[in-house]
């Protein structure tokens, strides 16, 4: 197999190494307020079969990855959901499953390889919460030092869990904006790999495992998936993986996707429907994994949605500690708002999806996560009781 990086603006390809990460051409471009110029995709040439590994599809060999067990999550059949929607081909891909509980270890799991293979030590990111706790603790595994730049509004777990894994944190005074301005000038002064989101290659690539593992499951392309969107490198890397079984000759359709945003954080939504990024308006939702103003792969999210007649579609605050409460008491499953976005958007839209269409809700994050959100979802017992007399 050969990997080079691609730019998903104008296709030159360029050596994958550690000093590039935008299209020195089209980054050019970059204007402020606007997603990323010149994100760069991975191309691969090669033959793989339907029984591959998927390792083989990945651009950086097995023999770097650290042994924490990131991927392999639960594609499974959620009963009660299937019942009651009327869905019988209804599946969830538990990504709370990974090993600090949320998506963003696939990502940080090819980056650690990436560093590892190159004797880099020190890796740098910017982050809502989940991708900075998962760089450190997979970091941790790959005995790799971690600088984390979050917003000061973070959930309290999420920094927590990042300084048990003994990663250094800044606490930033702004949103994940500035978090990410910051973390690029950082990186710019002291060096390292810089992980952020659509601007290292890698956090692209290395998310599209999910969609691997959903055909090795299937042993086909589902009709649709259902992905929380907030910078759009989940969407872009679910359409990767299918793109590259797609490639192969391994499936022949690319599922319908269909991307969920917060009502209060909707960038890529309205650029789907008006065509360009406005001006960006100030993000606002309990969804903070998804909450940003300008999403960093906006332009190759909104591009891929065209091609491949993928859906957007919002929900509120309020459907989303809807379908976290759903999710949680009717198959057993406990996620963040943003990992039930999926769920949510999926209620919002099913009138339009056949019955018997095989649809996956791609869960993202754990709901132990973010409690004081969860916390909005339900109602605390009042105050603790002195006899049992008071509880009957
Ligand atoms: C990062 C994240 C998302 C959104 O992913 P983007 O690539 O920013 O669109 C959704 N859910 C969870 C739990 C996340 O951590």
């Not at 929607?85 to 090819?110: E, W």
């Not at 359709?253 to 360009?276: F, H, M, N, T, W």
Request: aromatic share 8%; hydrophobic share 40%.
């Amino acid at each position: 197999m050969n990997f080079n990086y691609k730019c998903t603006e104008c296709g030159r390809e360029y050596e994958i190494t550690p000093e590039i990460m935008l299209c020195p051409e089209c980054s050019q471009k970059q204007e402020p307020d606007k997603p990323l110029c010149g994100v760069l995709g991975v191309s691969i040439d090669g033959s793989l079969d339907k029984d591959f590994d998927i390792f083989d599809f990945l651009p950086v060999e097995h023999e770097f990855f650290p042994d924490i067990p990131v991927g392999n999550t639960p594609l499974w059949k959620p009963v009660n959901l299937r019942e009651m929607l009327g869905f019988p081909n209804l599946f969830i891909k538990d990504d709370t499953l990974n090993p600090t509980a949320s998506l963003k270890d696939r990502a940080s799991y090819l980056i650690a390889a990436f560093a590892r293979k190159h004797g880099i030590k020190d890796i740098v990111v910017a982050s809502s919460g989940n991708a900075g706790s998962s760089m450190a603790g997979v970091g941790a595994s790959a005995g790799l030092n971690v600088t984390l730049f979050v917003p000061k509004n973070a959930p309290r777990a999420k920094i927590i869990q990042a300084l048990q894994y003994g990663a250094r944190v800044s606490l930033v005074d702004g949103n994940y904006d500035k978090a990410c301005a910051y973390s690029r000038e950082y990186s710019k002064i002291m060096g390292g790999l810089n992980r952020n989101t659509a601007y290292n290659p890698f956090s692209i690539e290395g998310k599209k495992t999910v969609s691997l593992e959903i055909f090795q499951k299937l042993n086909k392309a589902p009709d649709f998936v259902f992905v929380p969107v907030g910078d759009g490198v989940i969407l872009a890397a679910v359409y990767k993986g299918f793109r590259d079984l797609k490639q192969f000759g391994i499936i022949d359709k690319i599922p319908i996707v269909y991307a969920v945003q917060a009502e209060g954080s909707s960038a890529v939504c309205r650029a789907l429907d008006c065509g360009e990024f406005g001006k960006p308006l100030t993000s606002n939702t309990i969804a903070d994994s998804v909450a940003v103003d300008v999403p960093n792969n906006g332009y190759l999210a909104v591009k891929l949605l065209k091609e491949y007649d993928g859906k957007c579609t919002k929900v509120s605050d309020l459907a989303l500690l809807d379908a976290q409460k759903k999710l949680a008491s009717t198959a057993g499953l406990f996620a963040e708002p943003a990992g039930a976005a999926s769920f949510a958007g999926f209620l919002a839209v099913r009138e339009r999806v056949p019955k018997d269409a095989i649809v996956v809700l791609l869960v993202t994050g754990n709901g132990l996560k973010d409690i004081d959100s969860a916390a909005k979802g339900v109602k605390l017992p009042d105050k603790p009781i002195k006899s049992i007399e008071e509880f009957l």
